[in-house]
Protein backbone atom coordinates (compact mmCIF):
# COMPACT_ATOMS: atom_id res chain seq x y z
CA UNK A 1 0.00 0.00 0.00
CA UNK A 2 1.70 3.48 -0.78
CA UNK A 3 1.66 6.66 1.77
CA UNK A 4 -0.75 9.70 0.43
CA UNK A 5 2.12 12.77 -0.91
CA UNK A 6 2.40 14.84 2.00
CA UNK A 7 1.22 18.58 1.37
CA UNK A 8 4.47 19.70 2.77
CA UNK A 9 6.92 21.14 0.70
CA UNK A 10 9.89 18.84 -0.06
CA UNK A 11 12.20 20.80 3.11
CA UNK A 12 9.41 21.17 5.59
CA UNK A 13 8.50 17.08 5.11
CA UNK A 14 12.45 16.75 5.48
CA UNK A 15 12.39 18.53 8.65
CA UNK A 16 8.80 16.67 9.58
CA UNK A 17 11.09 13.17 9.20
CA UNK A 18 13.94 14.68 11.52
CA UNK A 19 11.69 15.50 14.33
CA UNK A 20 9.50 12.23 14.06
CA UNK A 21 13.09 10.52 14.44
CA UNK A 22 14.17 12.61 16.83
CA UNK A 23 11.26 10.99 19.25
CA UNK A 24 12.44 7.65 18.31
CA UNK A 25 15.97 8.36 19.12
CA UNK A 26 15.52 10.15 22.39
CA UNK A 27 17.32 12.84 21.07
CA UNK A 28 16.30 16.95 21.20
CA UNK A 29 17.89 18.54 18.17
CA UNK A 30 18.08 22.42 19.04
CA UNK A 31 17.37 23.38 15.37
CA UNK A 32 16.84 21.37 12.39
CA UNK A 33 18.24 23.12 9.02
CA UNK A 34 17.47 22.32 5.46
CA UNK A 35 20.02 24.20 3.06
CA UNK A 36 22.26 23.90 0.02
CA UNK A 37 24.95 21.93 0.86
CA UNK A 38 27.67 20.86 -1.78
CA UNK A 39 30.31 18.65 -0.06
CA UNK A 40 27.93 15.91 1.70
CA UNK A 41 24.05 15.43 2.80
CA UNK A 42 24.39 16.33 6.49
CA UNK A 43 26.38 17.80 9.64
CA UNK A 44 25.79 18.22 13.33
CA UNK A 45 27.17 20.68 15.24
CA UNK A 46 28.37 20.77 18.96
CA UNK A 47 25.86 23.25 19.54
CA UNK A 48 23.00 20.52 18.63
CA UNK A 49 21.98 22.00 15.11
CA UNK A 50 21.20 19.32 12.63
CA UNK A 51 21.76 20.40 9.71
CA UNK A 52 20.22 18.46 6.15
CA UNK A 53 21.24 19.10 2.35
CA UNK A 54 18.32 20.51 0.31
CA UNK A 55 19.08 17.76 -2.89
CA UNK A 56 18.32 15.57 0.07
CA UNK A 57 14.68 15.68 -1.02
CA UNK A 58 15.65 13.96 -3.92
CA UNK A 59 16.80 10.96 -2.21
CA UNK A 60 15.27 7.79 -1.54
CA UNK A 61 13.14 8.05 2.05
CA UNK A 62 15.68 4.64 3.23
CA UNK A 63 18.64 7.21 1.90
CA UNK A 64 17.27 9.97 3.63
CA UNK A 65 16.96 7.93 7.07
CA UNK A 66 20.26 6.88 6.61
CA UNK A 67 21.86 10.60 6.69
CA UNK A 68 18.77 12.06 9.71
CA UNK A 69 19.70 8.84 12.23
CA UNK A 70 23.63 9.33 11.20
CA UNK A 71 23.38 12.81 11.95
CA UNK A 72 20.76 12.34 14.96
CA UNK A 73 22.75 9.97 16.90
CA UNK A 74 25.43 12.51 16.68
CA UNK A 75 23.89 14.50 19.16
CA UNK A 76 24.51 11.46 21.90
CA UNK A 77 27.66 9.77 20.36
CA UNK A 78 29.93 12.11 18.60
CA UNK A 79 32.24 9.44 17.30
CA UNK A 80 31.83 6.94 14.90
CA UNK A 81 32.71 3.79 17.98
CA UNK A 82 30.89 0.63 18.52
CA UNK A 83 28.17 2.01 19.87
CA UNK A 84 27.28 4.47 17.38
CA UNK A 85 27.53 1.81 14.67
CA UNK A 86 25.50 -0.69 16.30
CA UNK A 87 22.47 1.92 17.09
CA UNK A 88 23.10 2.41 12.92
CA UNK A 89 22.41 -0.91 12.71
CA UNK A 90 19.35 -1.66 14.62
CA UNK A 91 17.67 1.50 13.11
CA UNK A 92 18.97 1.59 9.05
CA UNK A 93 19.77 -2.20 8.54
CA UNK A 94 21.88 -2.00 5.92
CA UNK A 95 23.12 1.48 6.56
CA UNK A 96 27.01 0.03 5.45
CA UNK A 97 25.33 -0.56 2.03
CA UNK A 98 24.18 2.85 1.58
CA UNK A 99 27.64 4.54 2.84
CA UNK A 100 30.00 4.13 0.25
CA UNK A 101 27.91 6.16 -2.44
CA UNK A 102 27.56 8.80 0.21
CA UNK A 103 30.54 11.25 -1.35
CA UNK A 104 30.20 10.09 -4.91
CA UNK A 105 25.88 10.98 -5.16
CA UNK A 106 26.51 14.27 -3.68
CA UNK A 107 29.13 15.51 -6.06
CA UNK A 108 26.87 13.65 -8.70
CA UNK A 109 23.72 15.21 -8.11
CA UNK A 110 25.44 19.02 -8.09
CA UNK A 111 27.07 17.58 -10.90
CA UNK A 112 24.53 16.25 -13.35
CA UNK A 113 21.66 18.98 -12.28
CA UNK A 114 21.05 21.13 -15.10
CA UNK A 115 19.11 23.80 -12.89
CA UNK A 116 23.37 24.99 -11.27
CA UNK A 117 25.36 27.23 -13.07
CA UNK A 118 29.07 26.70 -12.68
CA UNK A 119 30.63 30.55 -12.54
CA UNK A 120 34.21 30.47 -13.88
CA UNK A 121 36.30 34.21 -12.83
Not at 4 to 22: G, H, I, N
Not at 77 to 90: C, I, N, S, V, W
Request: charged share 25%.
Amino acid sequence: MSRPKSSLYPSQELRRRTLAWAVKLRVNPKLIRVQEMRRKWGSCSSAGTITLALDLTDQSERFQDYVIVHELLHLRYPTHGRLFKALMTAYVPGWRRLQPNDARTVHAVHKNDPRRKTVRG
